[in-house]
């Protein structure tokens, strides 16, 4: 049998002549000390937003270092989760990330999403819940797509956190086609009894609910009120990115 630390010491001398691939544009890094490293110019097209949006529901303002302030229509008609958190808005190069990653099953890009969400879910505060819960996907989307794509962002950020990831808490009983011509009180009527939480799964839980995008937050509005429903004890939400 091999000596392992001699094929350890072989692997890190091979990686320091080779180099380390950046994750998306594939050029070579001097540095291999962080397999997950991103070059500096990707690096630098993927800041995470740090001010300049609504603390409730991530709404964008036009300067990040806006003072933050809850909007208008969260004052008007406010969300049922308790915090939130997100990285960026949903353009540049994180919007063709997870446009990749989502619909033309780039999985690889799921371990570098899924480290831009662990980085917001530090960043927000959002790491003492006791289970992990992606916003699910009905039966007939998982056999378009072949996959969730909230569900392979929570399995990365679950062992990230050391945290379960419960995939039946929740599930979408229902098909919905594509609502994104509706506004949010539209798709709030559209989506009542489209999901379905397993008391069993959630009651007295703390749960983190996961998702790739906020557009009006009706998804996951109602998916919160369901696991609230279900005994959950509260529910914060993350995503990735924010409409604007």
């Given at each position: 049998?091999p000596?392992?630390?001699?094929?350890?010491k072989?692997?890190?001398?091979?990686e320091?002549?080779?180099?380390?691939?950046?994750?998306?544009?594939?050029?070579?890094?001097?540095s291999?000390?962080d397999h997950s490293v991103?070059c500096?110019?990707?690096?630098?097209?993927l800041?995470?937003?740090s001010?300049?949006?609504?603390?409730?529901c991530?709404?964008?303002?036009a300067l990040?270092?806006?003072?933050a302030y809850?909007c208008?229509?969260c004052?008007?008609?406010?969300?049922?989760w308790d915090?939130?958190?997100?990285?960026g808005?949903?353009q540049?190069?994180?919007k063709?990330l997870i446009l990749?990653f989502k619909?033309k099953?780039?999985?690889?890009?799921g371990?570098v999403?899924?480290?831009?969400?662990a980085?917001?879910c530090r960043?927000?505060g959002l790491?003492?819940n006791?289970?992990?819960?992606?916003?699910?996907?009905?039966?007939?989307?998982?056999?378009e797509?072949?996959?969730?794509?909230?569900?392979?962002?929570?399995r990365i950020?679950?062992?990230s956190?050391?945290?379960?990831?419960?995939?039946?808490?929740?599930i979408k009983?229902?098909?919905?086609p594509?609502?994104?011509t509706?506004?949010?009180?539209e798709r709030?009527?559209a989506?009542?009894?489209?999901?379905?939480?397993r008391?069993?799964?959630?009651e007295?839980?703390?749960?983190?609910l996961?998702?790739?995008?906020?557009?009006?937050?009706?998804?996951?509005?109602?998916?919160?009120?369901?696991l609230?429903?279900?005994g959950?004890s509260k529910?914060?939400?993350l995503?990735?990115?924010?409409?604007i």
């Amino acid at each position: 049998m091999p000596d392992l630390k001699a094929c350890l010491k072989l692997r890190a001398f091979w990686e320091l002549i080779r180099g380390c691939r950046c994750q998306i544009c594939g050029l070579v890094q001097d540095s291999v000390r962080d397999h997950s490293v991103l070059c500096p110019g990707c690096a630098g097209l993927l800041r995470m937003r740090s001010g300049g949006f609504c603390p409730d529901c991530a709404r964008i303002y036009a300067l990040e270092d806006t003072f933050a302030y809850t909007c208008l229509e969260c004052r008007i008609r406010p969300f049922s989760w308790d915090e939130m958190g997100f990285f960026g808005a949903y353009q540049g190069l994180l919007k063709d990330l997870i446009l990749e990653f989502k619909f033309k099953g780039d999985l690889g890009l799921g371990k570098v999403l899924g480290d831009l969400l662990a980085k917001a879910c530090r960043m927000h505060g959002l790491t003492g819940n006791d289970i992990l819960v992606p916003v699910p996907a009905h039966e007939k989307k998982l056999r378009e797509r072949g996959f969730n794509q909230s569900l392979e962002l929570a399995r990365i950020l679950g062992r990230s956190l050391n945290v379960p990831v419960r995939k039946q808490a929740l599930i979408k009983q229902v098909y919905t086609p594509a609502q994104s011509t509706l506004a949010r009180k539209e798709r709030l009527k559209a989506l009542k009894g489209v999901f379905l939480a397993r008391a069993d799964q959630v009651e007295s839980c703390s749960v983190l609910l996961i998702d790739d995008i906020f557009t009006t937050g009706s998804t996951l509005e109602e998916c919160t009120r369901t696991l609230l429903k279900a005994g959950a004890s509260k529910v914060q939400i993350l995503f990735l990115a924010r409409s604007i």
